[in-house]
């Protein structure tokens, strides 16, 4: 098993790409590389793989291979810096949204609601905006619609109002501190669902997790070689909903338009159908729990 992060789906969302020997395939989020060595290992002598992580911690695991590529840099540019390396069309294209289990298990990160650390939660520790700028700076009702719109949290107003009543006599700097805060709203009988929700909503507010994931499916169908694969593994509704509609129509919301004769233009199709975990992996893996595959080529 690779420490640094156990791979969901390996073998189902790589066999998804269907890999012809020399084709050109992307792994737009590779962590650990555990999807990246499977592809590679399917690959052969004549085939490329390109991988992004912004994360600096993932490209410590860099894989030497003359076939791999590792992009440090934001799969939502991912066409910009494959035409960077003279790629224009790919035959795959393969993502793992989410956390990795290493940015949970480092308490400095401030992924996770297990340990005392600083409020961080950047995948790239580059950018400006961390999870503490959020929480001690954000104006209440910003604060409010983040923890809704991104926690699916029902009292979100209220937890707003307390957290800029406790910065107001400090900075919440800590993981601890916020869980403080929020005491009075975590039952024990829900205190690691809710917390999980709140981190969830800032976590995907600091690194702008849905913008990014538009931005890349949008750039897809321009991407992709005919018959070319797109596998996408998301954990939670609001990346699933994203993946799931543009599959389906194309769009983010809305419905596709339809011509004179009543046809719509979808670029894409679904192939075969939804694929979660085996029970045993999840046994294994609790954190594949929640995970979804989900595949399409160019229609």
Request: proline share 1%; net charge neutral.
């Amino acid at each position: 098993m690779n420490k640094y992060h156990e791979s969901v789906l390996l073998k189902e969302s790589v066999d998804a790409l269907d890999i012809k020997e020399n084709g050109v395939y992307v792994d737009v989020t590779f962590g650990g590389g555990g999807h990246s060595r499977e592809i590679l290992k399917r690959l052969g002598s004549e085939g490329k793989l390109f991988a992004f992580d912004q994360d600096a911690d993932a490209q410590k695991n860099k894989i030497e291979d003359d076939r791999f590529v590792l992009i440090a840099e934001n799969f939502r540019h991912i066409s910009r810096f494959l035409k960077f390396y003279g790629v224009q069309k790919v035959d795959g294209v393969l993502a793992d949204l989410g956390v990795s289990s290493h940015q949970f298990d480092e308490a400095e990160r401030g992924f996770s609601t297990r340990f005392d650390g600083d409020l961080d939660m950047r995948m790239n520790q580059k950018t400006k905006v961390s999870a503490k700028d959020v929480v001690n700076t954000y104006e209440e009702s910003r604060l409010a619609d983040v923890l809704y719109l991104y926690g699916d949290l029902r009292n979100s107003r209220v937890l707003a109002k307390a957290i800029v009543s406790a910065r107001k006599v400090e900075d919440i700097d800590t993981s601890f501190q916020l869980r403080e805060v929020l005491g009075s709203f975590l039952p024990k009988s829900k205190e690691h669902k809710i917390l999980a929700q709140i981190y969830q909503a800032i976590r995907i507010e600091v690194n702008e997790e849905l913008e990014v994931l538009k931005e890349f499916l949008n750039q897809i169908p321009s991407l992709l070689n005919l018959e070319g694969r797109l596998s996408v593994i998301s954990y939670h509704s609001l990346e699933d909903r994203l993946v799931k509609r543009f599959i389906r129509t194309g769009l983010f919301e809305g419905e596709s338009e339809k011509d004179f004769y009543g046809n719509t233009n979808e670029p894409m199709k679904k192939v075969g159908k939804l694929i979660i975990p085996s029970r045993e992996e999840v046994k294994e893996n609790n954190r594949a729990r929640s995970a979804k595959l989900r595949i399409a080529t160019l229609k």
